[in-house]
């Protein structure tokens, strides 16, 4: 990833008119301009290909050099997705390094996805989309993705092409050698490794990873603060990791920061293990059910850290006239 300063548009020609893409998906909800209507299935097959590929050439451990942006789960939120972006800046005048779970439980996955994966064909060196939990058969299947492509298509065609896209997409990402980013967390197979290139030996395709795994810790896995060491995760699936683990391991590999979604947190950031790890969550009012905000953590050139909250935004209701709906929160410069 290139600095702001020294932002390289990295647009290979494809099979699919990436501009007029982003503008008809832009332009959907207006009248006459239904999704099934505007955009057709052998089109969002040849851009999952042409995404595919352009995952495949990167490393499942992608390193970066700040500025960067990084944003936690987004499930299906697409008008936050343009609420972060109006708010933070759009690519590639902003560089963005997405955590994962783009899918299942909002209302526009597709229009999500698709969304994110013009940006990344388009500014290849300057957005990031790392694999979440829900980038996996096993559980898009269930909680909806599955189900929109099928009532929009009316053919499971589409899902089996974005399953084949999502395992080859990278796991973690590494700013400035010192910013440790994925999806869920930390893993005893990480922590005993001799080096942090073990985190680019995942052969592609990556199916949905066995439990135990390094891969299914990468993805799933949760911090708890009364947890020692390891243990099983109630969620049924990798486990769970104390402070200390988080300790060893940024001391281990001379890390100053692990950045990590996968959990709702009321402020949308947390930070655990003595702010050596924060969790992110960029889905504000995720569901319709929670009142959580939603936040992005901003790493500057000089590597110190800030965090944009998003408040959530009912309608009908005013917010505080205290409380505005996007906020700045400048860490001490220790990271």
Known sequence: MMSKEQVSVAFTPTRVNIDKYLE????????????????????????????????????????????????????????????????????????????????????????TI?????????????????????????????????????KRFGTPRLYEDFTKMFEMMPLTALVGKRILCMHGGLSADLMNAPKLDILNTFARPLHDPPNPSLAIDILWADPDVNTKGFKAN??????????????????????DLIVRAHQVVQDGYEFFANRKLVTLFSAPHYCGQFDN?????????????????????????????????????????TI
């Not at 391991?249 to 890390?255: N, V």
């Not at 936040?295 to 006239?321: D, H, T």
């Open 114 to 150: 698709l969304l994110l994966m013009c940006i990344k064909m388009k500014y290849a060196e300057n957005f990031i989309l790392l694999r979440g939990n829900h980038e996996t058969k096993l559980i898009n299947r269930i909680y909806g993705f599955y189900d929109d492509l099928n």
């Open 293 to 333: 905000a939603a936040a992005v953590m901003q790493v500057n050139p000089n590597m110190v850290c800030s965090f944009k909250i998003l408040r959530p935004e009912f309608p009908g209701r005013a917010a505080p006239s205290h409380q505005k709906s996007a906020t700045t929160i400048l860490l001490p410069p």
């Open 234 to 255: 109630i969620r049924g699936c990798s486990c769970t990791f104390g402070p200390d683990v988080v300790a060893q391991t940024c001391d281990k590999f001379g890390l």
């Open 24 to 111: 008809r998906l832009m332009n959907i909800g207006k009248l006459g301009t239904g999704f099934t209507s505007t955009i057709e299935e052998s089109e969002i097959s040849d851009l999952v290909g042409e995404c595919l590929q352009s995952f495949q050439r990167q490393p499942m451990m992608i390193e970066c050099a700040p500025p960067v942006t990084i944003v936690g789960d987004i499930h299906g939120q697409f008008g936050d997705v343009m609420r972060i972006f109006n708010n933070v800046g759009f690519p590639p005048d902003v560089n963005y390094l997405f955590l994962g779970d783009y899918i299942d439980r909002g209302q526009f996955s597709i229009e």
